[in-house]
């Protein structure tokens, strides 16, 4: 079966068994860090999208685990302080954490349970692409995923400033930073990410961005049905939307889902330091470059004069005299 | 040469052969500005300026990434900027401890700022005669003190592989913002640094052997070269 899909649609079904060419290529990017001259795509990719639907999920972690097995990586074996996150946060080797939260709901005076899925939500308008100062290091590509590209990095660090998640770790071992790359090296050939494949309840599904608003839909429409009034789809404006979205049951208050951003977008003081500090700074310093150069070349310069000379000459004739005579 | 006796200043030094701040009977005559211990620092500190603004630049706009080749790479650019700061950092601080004192502002520095315009045209004969250092090289002088305290406090704050910890996200924003902008202020105040020692002929003499001519010092110093002459800090022929 020839393969003429350009994105997968799902993660459930197998993948082709015959080699594929990478369908994400250098023609596919839409925005490449540090790199304003960027030729234009000649083709649009279908958006793809991760729906994760937090009131599905059981907090199996098969999903943490599909990861670190799909993408190698080795998490130190972490350490039982008293809840379930584990590890405490995301880090160089864990591009996905289950963060647990327990909440009262004052409404119903019940205990929710919260699980969120942590990880990158590949944004459209991406706070971490903006920031980095190293060609190439951050790449965009026009199906919506966001990648590192580790050989380009330089572990700035300035990645994680600029993300209004809190997403990218630089590694201690190799100071380059990582993330969920949305399984894009399974995209490209047809698959879906790691962590939908391996989900028991299909709390997270995989496929077009146009499909998950859709299937995204029906479950709100259950929630509602449910009793749950502020059911809703994350998909946040501030950031041009993202690339992994989430159902939530009490979707008008994101932040009691272990501190989900409730108006993300990529800070001002960010936007300030990578836009107006630039353009401001080089100007200036390259008019002042250019004056002086000028003025170098071109003005007069201070010169002592030779009568000058004479008359400390005499100041210290002067000064000697007075101190013989003494 | 006696020990001079009756001079104006109470505290008669015995002028230090080759010593700082004394007058080369000559002729030509010529005038010590610095040891060679303040010399070496100020190389240092040079040196590291130089090196933090190209490994720097390099990092805050794309068109000048390249310089991170004269680096070895951006890795290497990234990991070495902050502690050629830190050796920036404290070559200044000696340097500041030894120089404060004679970049306090007096009142020559009001009347020397207020005619500008003849400081610019070189009529220097119209401003009031000067100690060692005029307004505006006290102005070079308490713009960089100040700058690199910014510099290594905002960079410490930016500086993820140590201190990435230490201050929370927004703060390290805001802490990038400012190391950016005093970057640009302090490479300014670098230029006009630069510009004004060559401008001023002559001057470049007093870091490379650490002596400027008496006419240079006459001109542009008279207070400092009388001072010395008054001491009686005056070497004989060498
Ligand atoms: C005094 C101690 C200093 C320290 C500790 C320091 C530290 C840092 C750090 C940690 C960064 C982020 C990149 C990296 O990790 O290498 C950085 C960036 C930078 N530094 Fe420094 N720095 C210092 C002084 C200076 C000076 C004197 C200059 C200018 C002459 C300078 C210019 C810059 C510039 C232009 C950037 C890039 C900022 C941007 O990307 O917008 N730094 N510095
Ligand atoms: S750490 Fe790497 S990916 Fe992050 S901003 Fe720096 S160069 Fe870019
Ligand atoms: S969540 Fe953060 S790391 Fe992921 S694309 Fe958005 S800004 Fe980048
Ligand atoms: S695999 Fe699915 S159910 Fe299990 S923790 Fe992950 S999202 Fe939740």
């Known amino acids: 079966m020839a393969n003429t899909m350009d994105s997968p649609r ?102 929710e349970w919260l699980i969120r899925k942590d990880g990158c939500m590949h944004c459209a308008d991406p706070g971490c692409l903006k920031a980095c100062p190293a060609p190439g290091a951050i790449v965009q590509y026009s199906n919506g995923i966001v990648d590192f590209v580790h050989d380009n990095c330089i572990g700035c660090g300035y990645c994680v400033k600029g993300c209004p998640f809190n997403i990218p770790r630089i590694s201690k071992a190799d100071h380059r930073a990582y993330k969920c790359t949305l399984c894009s ?10 962590c939908a494949k391996a989900c028991p309840t299909q709390a997270i599904v995989f496929g077009t961005k146009e499909d998950m608003k859709k299937h995204a839909e029906g479950r709100i429409a259950d929630l509602k049905s449910r009793g749950y009034a502020n059911a809703g789809l994350y998909d946040p404006p501030g950031v041009g939307g993202t690339h992994v979205m989430y159902v939530l049951h009490h979707n008008d208050k994101p932040q009691i889902y272990a501190d989900l951003p409730v108006d993300p977008k990529i800070s001002a003081v960010v936007q300030t330091w990578k836009g107006a500090t630039k353009y401001a700074g080089l100007a200036v310093m390259g008019l002042a470059a250019a004056g002086t150069i000028l003025h170098g070349l071109f003005g007069n310069a201070n010169r002592v004069s030779k009568h000058e000379e004479e008359e400390a000459q005499e100041a210290v004739d002067h000064a000697e005299k007075r101190v013989e005579d003494a | 040469m006696s020990t001079p006796a009756n001079t104006a200043s109470a505290k008669v030094t015995p002028a230090k052969v080759g010593g700082e701040d004394t007058i080369r009977r000559g002729p030509p005559v010529e005038v010590v500005r610095y040891g060679p211990g303040k010399r070496i620092n100020h190389w240092i500190t040079a040196i590291s300026l130089i090196l933090l603004l190209i490994s720097g630049l390099a990092m805050f706009h794309p068109s000048l990434f390249f310089l991170t080749e004269l680096f070895g790479g951006g890795q290497t650019t990234r990991w070495i900027h902050p502690w050629i700061g830190v050796v920036l950092f404290f070559s200044f601080f000696i340097l500041f401890a030894q120089l404060w004192k004679l970049n306090l502002p007096n009142r020559d520095d009001v009347q020397w700022a207020s005619q500008i315009g003849d400081v610019v045209a070189g009529n220097e004969e119209k ?35 140590y201190f990435g910890q230490l201050t929370s996200i927004p703060t390290q924003r805001i802490a990038l913002l400012v190391h950016s902008l005093a970057a640009v202020a302090i490479i300014l105040i670098f230029m006009l640094h630069v510009y004004a020692a060559i401008w001023t002929r002559g001057t470049i003499s007093a870091m490379t052997r650490g002596t400027v001519t008496g006419g240079w010092a006459w001109r542009h110093h008279r207070k400092w070269f009388k001072d010395m002459a008054g001491r009686g800090r005056i070497d004989p022929a060498e």
Not at chain 1, 185 to 194: I, K, L, M, N
């Open chain 1, 10 to 111: 799902t993660a459930v079904s197998n993948p082709p068994v015959q080699p594929m060419e990478t369908n994400l290529t250098q023609r596919d990017l839409i925005r490449r860090s540090a790199t304003s001259e960027l030729p234009q795509p000649e083709r649009q990719l279908t958006p793809v999208a991760k729906l994760i639907d937090v009131s599905k999920c059981i907090g199996c972690k098969a999903c943490q685990s599909a990861c670190v097995e799909w993408n190698d990586t080795n998490p130190v074996i972490g350490e039982n302080v008293g809840y379930y996150t584990n590890p405490h946060d995301l880090t160089a080797d864990m591009f996905t954490l289950m963060r647990f939260t327990e909440w009262v709901n004052p409404e119903t005076d019940n205990l």
């Open chain 1, 185 to 194: 090296d399974r995209v490209a050939v047809g698959q879906g990410p790691a």
């Open chain 2, 127 to 161: 401003l009031p005669e000067l100690g060692k250092y005029n307004a505006g090289q006290k102005f070079i002088f308490w713009g960089m003190a100040s700058l690199i305290i910014v510099l290594i406090v905002t960079g410490i704050m930016a500086w993820e592989q």
